[in-house]
């Protein structure tokens, strides 16, 4: 293994507009430049070869990245147990990668939405807070961040959208640009 972080803080990147989960990959890449060891956790996310998936191989094995979801959209006013038992999964992984403390970086890739959809309760999110090792970084990605969990954090960016070309020409998610 690489060397420690001294201090490890909280971040969140959320709001509407694109580049939160692009915002903790550039943050991961970077510190993989440093010789920190990186995971990720996609809650919500599962089944769609993202690039950034690919890169982890590469990467690998300073960066891991587990999906913990499914293929399809989550009905926020009706989940799908199935979507439920999945990020109850991503927070068993979250707690067991906490415990073991082997990674300074530990991205938690749209927990912000899964605590917002009923799927991981705010309880939850806030014991992976407190639980996070003092040497270790927590990122927390995702639109809705619970006004609870942004008092907590140490760093908070929300990304706005201005501009976005899927609203004004409807052009889908890219391959290597959004996914």
Not at 56 to 62: E, N, S, T
Not at 66 to 93: C, H, I, S, Y
């Amino acid at each position: 293994m690489g060397k420690k972080l001294k201090e490890g803080y909280i971040q969140i990147y959320t709001g509407d507009g694109k580049g939160k989960t692009t915002a903790a990959l550039g943050l991961a890449f970077r510190a993989i430049g440093h010789d920190y060891k990186v995971f990720m956790i996609q809650f919500m996310k599962g089944c769609i070869e993202y690039g950034e998936l690919e890169t982890a191989r590469r990467l690998a094995p300073h960066m891991t990245i587990v999906q913990m979801g499914r293929d399809t959209f989550v009905n926020k006013d009706n989940p799908d147990p199935v979507d439920v038992e999945w990020a109850q999964k991503g927070v068993a992984l979250a707690h067991e990668i906490m415990e073991k403390n082997e990674v300074d970086i530990l991205i938690l890739d749209e927990i912000n939405v899964a605590v917002d959809y009923g799927l991981v309760s705010l309880e939850q999110a806030i014991e992976l807070m407190e639980k996070k090792p003092k040497d270790m970084e927590l990122i927390m990605t995702g639109r809705y961040a619970h006004p609870e969990l942004v008092k907590r954090a140490h760093l908070v960016t929300e990304m706005v959208e201005i501009k976005h070309y899927y609203s004004l020409l409807g052009v889908d998610s890219r391959e290597g640009i959004e996914r």
